[in-house]
Each structure stands twice: as structure tokens, then as C-alpha cells.
DNA sequence: GCAAGGTC
């Protein structure tokens, strides 16, 4: 009897052989690995997917509107996704008709999909029939077995949702994303790549409302009054800040030139617990706070780290360490790293973590495995310490907070102050992160008479709400459930590729502004959250058999019908203006030679992009752009032009290659070397200027500038 | 080309 279990990915693959067949032997099929087991007459084979292996395409390439789809393997879309084919081979080759099948990928929509999609196209006909699904909640030998022992049978609610899920977000994404681009290409002949989706549009539109906040935000004069101390002690009035001048005079009056009286003096102490193991989420804050990484780039040093078995699997949102992860083990092989052994050895026994409260079902939080990397590159490994110190601090004791606070009396007026220090350092001496505060506390007692040296009022303005970094507004996709753990970095960084916004601290392009506004006129549920939701519920009662996936999908379809005709009617207006935003937004500045702007151009010719004058073909004014380099606000105290920076280290430089540079350096090509065939430039010798050739000292042809006009 | 979701 020969029986197949269907893995999500080589990881799971492998615990799951482990746990249901210790003797299993490891196989390998090109470049992937599957487990067999024999035993009397049955023979099982353990074999993973990699994710996804088929993926929705339309059906006719050709067709106005994609509705039509089909499941395709994922390498025949994605050229990008070789990799992929090799197991898709493996599982044809090896998996075909079997007597029986068992499902046993993730328990939850997409894992369901992924493995029935895998038994449909690739294990045989009467696949489907013969399987069982295992349901397990975690990758642990006893979850897995018992899943094995007691299958269910296959969820067909969960299949249809999946699919659902999958056309919805096609259907509405790619339809719209398209007649967005068609309505540029119509009204003004320019192509510019442009996309709308359920989750990054309305990340996107989070980032327009701020923006837009911060645009109408009026700043307000406020003024807070300090009473200035000896012993550096700076209070400050408890009304906070007042908005009224005369009410600050009147203030300042009450209390100028009188002594404090000490009205309260407290002091507390405050448990801190230590910071909760990461979730691929927090890894991504903390990796942004303390080392400026971006999440994208963060996400893929963990996968890195986890694949070469350094630590534990990445994409989880968990922040739980069960016990079963063996905590004895990790530190063992840990304290082989001095560093890590001076921390170890001050845990205190019983080892138990510190959690947060955030689970997931499929893992644990980010933890290292206690294999000590040999070799890793410079932010490999600060990520790897990070996590390996927060890993260590989850397991130590809490710190104690001591705090002083104060209420002074003058001449009325209620004064505070506030003094912190570590009173037991605990966790904050394991994590190296950590800011450890120590403020002097003065000595002071109630009732207690002491001298003011000034009281001042100082001026301030009320500011306007901060800019989202890219971590910030992960946490924000986050908390409004907006995409998943995996996907949240690369959508964002999608917004960056379409040029919808920019910087560390997001600024939105003019395009990504416009981009929001038509939508919002056009669609407005695909910039909020509604369409998440929606597709929430919807999905939902697939899964209960309230409503079939059919429904839902043609419902779907009626109503991007509608939005498409609707943007269709005004492509000209909508069309024009997408333009131009785009337009506005690469301007860099003013052309050096007459009245046009400077943007930044694309060559088709040379795929690369390069600065240009906006009254091109009147003005030729053109600058290079080095691969990768980044146009910066500030400007060139030469010449005026903007900084660019680029090149690995980054530096920076005059957007004019030639800036600075004599007049000699700056060749002007004016033509062909008859001679040898190089360029013929401008150059000035003793006697006024004259033409030569580039290739000089090895060609020595030249020629008087009036010679060459004369010749063409 | 276009989405979002898995994963090496």
C-alpha cells in the first residue's frame, strides 16, 4: 500500500517525517528532499510544496477584462520562480496514485488551498478522493501523530473560500490596476506602471490622510512655565500648556520671586517586566529602531538566518515559547559564544520566558536555534544578536523602576518633577538595547522650604502629527488588519516602486495623492478597509456553507464591472491628471538654461533613468544618473543643482558631473574623427579654442573650429 | 505589466 503525505513546505516535510516515522530516510529529487518510510507492505512518502505551486492567470491573455482564470504553475508565471519547478517535478514524479493521501499543510485557508491544489493537479485523477486531511495546530510529535491517527476529512468550505480569496483580490486588483494605466495611455500616450489593490490602497490612503493632516496642520503658539531649582531641578507647572498669553502673565506674576514649598514628595517602585520574544513584526520595529534596517530587508536576513538553521521559523506572529522549543539546549549551544555565556549564566533556574501576549498557531516566536553562526555578513549579524539577546532577556529577571515624584508649592501654583533610576537592573543588563535611566534624586522633604532660582515661560508651537516610517506603518497594517505577517514589507515597498511615496519618513508623491483621489471617487472601498472586511465575511460564510464561492464571485465581477465603466467614461479627465501628478513628482528643479523644470527621465533605450529639461526637444540639457543613485533636497552650493547621492559606501556629489570641473574637462562632442573615428570634442589650447580629437595623445588629428563648420 | 498570498 503506497501512501503520500503532502507537506506545505520542506520544513513542515521534515518534522512531520520525523515525528510519524523516526527510521524515515531522507531522499533527494534535484535540488529538494522527500522522506520514505517502508514498513511490511506500506510504503509512505513525506513531500513538501514550497508555498503556492499554482497560481491564477486569465485565461486569454487578450481579453478587455480578466475574469476568465485559470490555476497555473507558479514557474510558468513568475520567471523569477524557477526554484519552484523542481518541486513540482518531484511530487509528479513521485506522488502520482497512490492508495491514499494525506493533506497535512498548515490548518487554515491558503494551506488548505496549497495542498489541494497540489493533489489536484499533480497526484492523479482519483486523488482527491483517497485523501484525509491531518489537523494539527503546532509542528510538535504529538500534535502531528495525533493528527495522522484521527484525519478528518477534506474542508471543502476552506478549499472554496481559498479560491474565492484568490480570485477576489485578482479580479479586483489586476481589472482596476489596468484601467487605471489604460486611462494614461489613452489621454496622453505615456506609460507609467500603476496599481490598486485591497491591501495597498488603503495602506496608502493611511499615508495620504496623514499627509494631508499634516499640510492643513495650523501650528498654535502655547506656552509651558518652569520653576528652575537648585540641584538642576526643573519643575514644571501642572496646567501644561496654556494657550493664552495674558493667562501666562498673570501666572508668572502669582509665582515669581517666592520660595517652593515641598508639597509631596513619592517615590515608588515599578516592576518592568522584560520585552516579549519577536514576532517577525516586532523583529522588524526593533531592527528599524536601533539599527535603521528596513523591514523588507530585516524579513530577509531572518529567512537567511532561519534557513541556514541559525534560528527558528521567521513569519510568525507568535510571542510564546512553549517549552518544547528546549530551552536547556538553545543556551547550551549558545553559551559556546563568550558574549552570550556571560549573559546566560545569569538566568535563574526554573528557566521560564516572559511572553507577550500575541499567538500563533502554526510556531513560536522568533528564537535562536542555539547552532552558532560561523560566517555572517555585517547586518546578518546585528539582526542575529538582536535576536538572540532578546531571547536571553525574555528568560531574565524582571528590573525594578524607581521613581521620584514631586509637587511644589509657589506662591500657589502647583509645580511637579519626576526623577527615574534603575533600582534593580534585571533583564536591562542582558539586553544591550536597552536605555538604562539614572537620575540623581535630590534630597527633599514634605513641608520643606526651598529656594526658586527663576520661573520662565517658554514659548512653543504645537506640532503636526509625525510621518509614518516604514516600521511604524507595518504596526499600523498591523492593529487594522491589513494584509498578513508575510506580505506587509513588500506591499509597502510596492508603494515605493510605483513611486507613491518616498523617504525614511513617508512623504506621498503627488501621483500617490492623485492615485487616492480618483479612487475615491471612483472605488471608494478599495481605499478603506471596507474591502478587507468584506471579503472577511464573505469568505467566511464560503467557509460555513452559507453561500457558495460562485455567488460571491459573480457579485464581485457585476461590481468591478461597474467601476471599470465608470472610469472608463471619464479615462480623459482621470487619465490627464494621473499624468500629470506623476509629472509634479519627479521635478527636481529648475533647468540651468532656460525656463523648463528638471525630471527625472526613463530611457527605454538604455533602461535606466536620467535628468532632463521638461521643454525637451527645444532644450537638450541632460545629466546622467548613476544605477541606484537618490536625488536629494539639498542643493550643490556651486551651482545651485540638486545633490545626488550614490555608489556603495553612498556618497555624494553635484547632480553635474562636470561641476567644478575646468572648462578643459568638460568635453563638448561636436562630431566624428575622421581619422580613427572617436569623437571629435571642443578644446582650448594657447591660441583660443580648437576642435581635437577624444582619442589624443594616441590620435593627434585637429582641426579649427570655423574648418569644421565649413565641413559639416 | 497589473494583486495578495504562500515560501526557498
Redesign the pocket.
Known amino acids: 500500500m503506497d501512501e503520500v503525505i503532502i507537506c ?4 513542515s516535510s521534515e518534522k512531520i517525517a520525523k515525528a510519524l516515522f523516526p527510521n524515515a530516510k531522507k531522499k533527494k529529487y534535484k535540488k529538494t528532499y522527500y522522506w520514505e518510510h517502508q514498513e511490511k507492505n506500506k510504503k509512505t512518502i513525506i513531500i513538501p510544496a ?4 499554482y ?4 485565461k486569454n ?1 487578450n481579453d478587455e477584462l480578466f475574469f476568465d482564470l485559470e490555476w497555473a504553475p ?1 514557474p510558468e ?1 513568475d520567471k523569477k ?1 524557477r ?2 519547478q523542481d518541486y513540482i517535478d518531484a511530487i509528479d514524479s513521485l506522488a502520482k496514485n497512490a492508495d491514499r493521501y494525506f493533506h497535512a499543510c ?1 490548518y ?1 485557508i ?2 488548505t488551498l ?1 495542498g489541494y491544489n497540489v493533489l489536484k493537479h499533480l497526484c492523479g485523477d482519483e486523488a482527491l478522493q483517497k485523501t484525509l486531511r491531518m489537523k494539527f495546530s503546532t509542528l510538535t510529535r504529538d500534535d502531528i501523530i495525533k493528527a495522522y491517527e484521527n484525519p478528518i476529512e477534506l474542508d471543502y468550505g476552506q478549499v472554496d473560500s481559498g479560491i474565492a ?2 480570485v477576489l ?2 479580479i ?3 481589472n482596476i ?2 484601467s487605471l ?2 486611462s494614461v ?1 489613452e489621454s496622453t500616450n505615456r ?1 507609467i ?1 500603476l ?7 488603503p495602506a496608502l490612503s493611511i499615508l495620504v490622510d496623514r499627509e494631508k493632516a499634516i499640510r492643513n496642520f495650523k501650528p498654535e503658539p502655547y506656552w509651558i512655565i518652569k520653576a528652575i531649582l537648585e540641584d538642576d531641578i526643573i519643575a514644571l507647572n501642572q496646567r501644561g500648556r496654556i494657550f493664552q498669553k495674558n493667562k501666562v502673565k498673570s501666572i508668572l506674576g502669582e509665582c515669581q520671586g517666592k520660595d517652593a514649598i515641598i508639597e509631596e514628595v513619592k517615590i515608588n517602585r515599578i516592576n518592568r517586566m522584560p520585552p516579549p520574544p519577536f514576532n517577525l513584526g516586532g523583529l522588524q520595529a526593533e531592527a528599524y529602531r536601533i539599527f535603521g534596517l528596513s523591514p523588507k530587508k530585516t524579513q530577509s536576513i531572518a ?1 537567511n538566518l ?2 541556514e538553521g541559525y534560528i527558528s521559523y521567521p ?1 510568525t506572529s507568535s510571542q510564546k515559547l512553549p517549552k518544547t522549543i528546549k530551552y536547556e539546549k538553545i543556551f547550551k549551544g549558545l553559551s559556546k559564544d563568550p558574549r552570550f555565556k556571560e549573559k546566560i549564566k545569569n538566568l535563574k533556574k526554573p528557566l521560564k520566558p516572559h511572553e507577550g501576549k500575541k499567538e500563533d498557531e ?1 510556531h513560536p516566536a522568533i528564537h535562536p536555534t542555539g547552532l552558532l553562526p560561523k560566517k555572517l555578513g555585517k547586518h546578518e549579524k546585528k539582526v542575529y544578536e538582536l535576536i538572540v539577546y532578546r531571547f536571553i532577556s525574555a528568560f531574565s529577571e524582571k528590573a525594578i523602576i524607581e521613581s521620584m515624584n514631586a509637587k511644589l508649592n509657589i506662591g500657589g501654583e502647583i509645580f511637579k518633577f519626576s526623577r527615574k533610576k534603575v533600582a534593580k537592573k534585571g533583564w536591562m543588563k542582558q539586553y544591550p538595547y536597552q536605555k538604562i535611566e539614572d537620575e540623581k534624586f535630590p534630597l527633599l522633604k514634605e513641608g520643606e522650604k526651598i529656594p526658586v532660582k527663576e520661573i520662565i515661560a517658554e514659548e512653543k508651537e504645537t506640532k503636526p502629527p509625525a510621518r509614518y516610517n516604514e516600521a511604524s506603518l507595518i504596526k499600523e497594517m498591523e492593529k487594522r488588519g491589513l ?5 506587509r514589507a ?2 509597502i515597498s ?1 508603494l515605493y516602486d510605483r513611486k507613491y511615496i518616498e523617504g525614511k519618513k513617508i512623504r506621498v508623491t503627488p501621483l500617490g495623492e492623485n492615485i487616492i483621489d480618483t479612487l475615491k471617487r471612483y472605488c471608494e472601498k478599495i481605499t478603506s478597509e471596507e474591502l478587507t472586511r468584506q471579503f472577511e465575511e464573505e469568505l467566511k460564510k464560503i467557509m460555513k456553507g452559507k453561500t457558495s464561492k460562485d455567488k460571491i464571485i459573480k457579485k464581485a465581477k457585476e461590481e468591478i464591472i461597474s467601476i471599470i465603466e465608470e472610469i472608463e467614461k471619464n479615462k480623459e479627465e482621470i487619465g490627464k491628471h494621473l499624468y500629470k501628478a506623476y509629472q509634479k513628482g519627479r521635478i527636481i528643479g529648475k533647468c540651468p538654461e532656460c525656463e523648463g523644470n528638471l525630471l527625472i527621465r526613463y530611457s527605454d533605450k538604455t533602461k535606466s533613468s536620467f535628468v532632463g529639461c521638461s521643454r525637451f526637444p527645444e532644450c537638450k540639457i541632460v545629466y546622467p544618473l548613476p544605477k541606484g543613485a537618490r536625488i536629494l533636497k539639498s542643493k550643490c552650493e556651486k551651482c545651485g543643482l540638486p545633490l545626488i547621492s550614490y555608489g556603495r559606501p553612498r556618497q555624494r556629489a553635484c547632480l553635474d558631473p562636470h561641476c567644478g570641473k575646468s572648462k578643459k574637462d568638460k568635453m563638448e562632442v561636436v562630431g566624428k574623427c575622421p581619422k580613427c573615428g572617436n569623437d571629435l570634442v571642443k578644446r582650448s589650447g594657447r591660441y583660443g579654442e580648437f576642435i581635437g580629437c577624444k582619442g589624443f595623445p594616441k590620435c593627434r588629428f585637429t582641426a579649427s573650429i570655423e574648418e569644421v563648420i565649413e565641413k559639416g
Open positions: 506545505e513546505k520542506p520544513r514550497v508555498g503556492h505551486l497560481t491564477l492567470k486569465p491573455p507558479v508565471v520562480k526554484y519552484v498548515d487554515d491558503e494551506g496549497i480569496r484568490h483580490d485578482f479586483f486588483g489586476v490596476s489596468r494605466m489604460k495611455k506609460f506602471k496599481s490598486a489593490g485591497r491591501v495597498q490602497t529567512q532561519y534557513l513569519r502554526a494584509g498578513t505577517k508575510s506580505t513588500d506591499i510596492i
